[in-house]
T-cell receptor
Framework: GENVEQHPSTLSVQEGDSAVIKCTYS??????FPWYKQELGKRPQLIID?????GEKKDQRIAVTLNKTAKHFSLHITETQPEDSAVYFC????????????FGSGTQLTVLP | DTEVTQTPKHLVMGMTNKKSLKCEQH?????MYWYKQKAKKPPELMFV???????INESVPSRFSPECPNSSLLNLHLHALQPEDSALYLC????????????FGAGSRLTVL
């Protein structure tokens, strides 16, 4: 069935270090892969997204890579700051669900000062 | 205006009450969504409206009744809820349904006593 697996569930890094979160998906026809950041008590906000015709996308300290053959995509945050602490959700569209988003289970990122 | 506005922010209701959650966007988006989010879990899709018509109902119990009065407004009518329905209810919108960027509202935190 439609599935997005996200790892790790929790991640602690020292300020200034890099953080990497990985997701795998089950539907080879998926074509849209966004990442959302949700701070405690706040709404999910899109931080970066990638479509299946692109292998990598970067926006300042944030980058996403997509490997269509292996059906996985990753979020990379460099030079982490305390304000990066939040829950991060990956998501993917599936052809069998009218192309609605299916979310991964989330990663709690803590950046230690 | 680039926001999705939800009211009320907090709602406490008994199991016999009838209440409504409201959502509004003025971005000209033609798809609107209701999601349910439990603590430390990803958002779960409940309903999708596309061009003011209900296009997806993810097998949601009939005690939740959505309504889309016009292209800018989305309501969720609540009746005879159960304590397990306590959650954060998020409204979202996108330009069209499918593989598009979701803009989330801040959510309505519902507690059912």
């Amino acid at each position: 069935g439609e599935n997005v697996e996200q790892h790790p569930s929790t991640l602690s890094v020292q300020e200034g270090d890099s953080a990497v979160i990985k997701c795998t998906y089950s539907d080879s026809a998926s074509n849209y892969f966004p990442w959302y950041k949700q701070e405690l008590g706040k709404r999910p906000q899109l931080i970066i997204d990638i479509r299946s015709n692109v292998g990598e996308k970067k926006d300042q300290r944030i980058a996403v890579t997509l490997n269509k053959t292996a059906k996985h995509f990753s979020l990379h945050i460099t030079e982490t700051q305390p304000e990066d602490s939040a829950v991060y959700f990956c998501a993917a569209t599936f052809s069998g669900s009218a192309r609605q988003l299916t979310f991964g289970s989330g990663t709690q990122l803590t950046v230690l000062p | 205006d680039t926001e999705v506005t939800q009211t009320p922010k907090h709602l406490v209701m008994g199991m016999t009450n009838k209440k409504s959650l409201k959502c509004e966007q003025h971005m000209g988006h033609r798809a609107m969504y209701w999601y349910k989010q439990k603590a430390k879990k990803p958002p779960e899709l409940m309903f999708v409206y596309s061009y003011e018509k209900l296009s997806i109902n993810e097998s949601v119990p009939s005690r939740f009744s959505p309504e889309c009065p016009n292209s800018s407004l989305l309501n969720l009518h609540l009746h005879a809820l159960q304590p397990e329905d306590s959650a954060l209810y998020l409204c979202a919108s996108s330009e069209t349904s499918g593989a598009n960027v979701l803009t989330f509202g801040a959510g309505s935190r519902l507690t059912v006593l």
